[in-house]
């Protein structure tokens, strides 16, 4: 079988370093961008259900070198001292492993890549650095609408399945020696199983808009994922419609994944995630 990449693991930093692997193809072209994958919440660098050990091993055999990491305090990385928040300390982090890739492999750009928390984190770096030309998010801050509302309410009125599901939800606590563990439902292995447990604290909308209006100027190209797990997303434009006034959609994109869970558990629905962003990076 005809290896396509090489994956190397590193420590970055001091004194505490920051731990990754980089998976570096066999045809390294170095004039498309690094990609930086994120932690999500305080989940290892192989990512939910390995999603990002799968996104990497993608890539690279489209010839684009990444890393995923861990930032301080997480997965194999040691905490380092100090006393800032995770949104202060984690765009800092990210720059030093951008500048480390920089002088390895003279690459001069960038794409972050990140799954809830993560995304949040590379919403952040991207505003700090002009070395961003993109940035993959995956359940990204999200705000309700007057859509949001409609739609939450008018499907679940009219709608008998929603009914029917309330009733079994009701009827299934009286058999709970019969229900699945989370990872049975979902097929994936109990190792590779892993809910995030990150409070995320959301910035106010007037505050992303100002970030998304940043980006839209320095023409940063942001493909964007939504999933069913997102108790505040419930239909595909509704980012979109919340900041209609800053998004050039000639460089922002917006996809929805009802039928996805919020770690993209499910094998299928990993595939369908992958594929879009292999088109959208591609």
Sequence with gaps: MTVLMKERAV???KPAPLTGVV????????TKPVVLCFNSGVMHHVGACRLTVKLARMLAEQGLLSIRFDFSGI????????SLSFTESAPKEAKEVMDYLQ??????NFLL????SGADAAYGAALGDDRVVGIVQIDAYSYKNWQYHLYHYSR?????????SFLMRSFRLHQKGNELAPHESVGVDEEYYEMASYAREFPSSESVKGGIDKSMRRKVKVPSTFTGGTPDYNYKSQFSDTFRSVIDREYYGVEYYPDAGYIIAEPQSQTVVLRRIAEWLL
């Design 156 to 164: 679940r009125v009219f709608k008998w399945r929603h009914w029917k």
């Design 103 to 108: 002088k390895i492999y003279n690459i001069q």
């Design 113 to 116: 890549y990140g799954l809830c």
């Design 23 to 30: 998976t570096v193809p066999n045809t390294l072209d170095s």
């Design 11 to 13: 420590r970055i930093g």
């Design 75 to 82: 997965g194999d990385s040691a905490p380092r001292s100090g």
